[in-house]
């Protein structure tokens, strides 16, 4: 484990020196921010930017990690002979076919649809008559702390309300994790994004009334 610390460390050192778009050099190979950014698009279904901005960094080196393991692994691998190796030709044909398929479908069809020209007056008259299809409900990110009592809730709010900005979210998901009877509690009474009418109308009316970075009470 040490010695792979250190090999991560030499990696991190050199590639810090590297042009602005190569995050690291491993073994004479450059891995760019691109190939990062495209892995995270990838796992995410193109939905990264909707990740928490506290986690996007985490998300970033993680991947990175990843991606420096796998060009450490692959030489390993060419200095044993695998790539000449039996099973490894057989898996690569089998690779080779399945990917000339699809690679022919995905660029007919982008032939196809390159094809197809639509005027910007045929665009506009189908959003003036479609209007509702483009409509998207907002939508917010919350936490909540699940007590049984309203006095437990007043201490808990009296903890709270002299603290904001991250001071506030960490004290927050701490008092949620040790408090909180609800099943968010362990990952500190998060309820993700939830659109307007996903929730009970009462809870629903609370949060979107409220302002960002606020705390509230509400009694069930």
Not at 44 to 69: D, H, M, S
Not at 72 to 98: F, P, Q
Not at 139 to 148: D, F, N, S, T, Y
Not at 194 to 203: E, L
């Amino acid at each position: 484990m040490k010695l792979a610390t250190k090999i991560l460390s030499t990696i991190l050192v050199t590639g810090a020196i590297a042009s602005a778009n190569t995050l690291v050099t491993v073994n004479g190979k450059a891995i760019t921010q691109q190939e990062v950014d495209t892995e995270l698009m990838n796992a995410t279904q193109g939905r990264f930017n909707q990740v928490p901005a506290e986690k996007q960094a985490e998300f970033r080196q993680q991947v990175l990690q990843q991606l420096i393991g796998k060009e450490l692994i692959y030489d390993d691998a060419k200095k044993t002979g695998i790539l000449k190796s039996k099973e490894y030709k057989e898996e690569y044909k089998k690779l080779e076919e399945r990917m000339k398929k699809e690679l022919a479908v995905q660029v007919w069809q982008k032939k196809v649809v390159d094809s197809i020209k639509v005027s910007e007056k045929k665009l506009k008259d189908y959003y003036n008559k479609n209007k509702e299809e483009f409509n998207e409900k907002a939508a917010v990110h919350a936490r909540h702390i699940l007590v049984k009592e309203e006095a437990e809730a007043k201490k808990i709010i009296n903890e709270l309300k002299h603290l904001s900005g991250q001071k506030l979210k960490e004290k927050f998901q701490e008092l949620a994790k040790s408090k909180s009877t609800g099943s968010s509690g362990p990952k500190g009474g998060d309820l993700g994004f939830f659109a307007q009418g996903q929730m009970v109308p009462s809870f629903n009316d609370k949060v979107f009334s409220m302002k960002v970075g606020s705390i509230t009470t509400r009694a069930c």
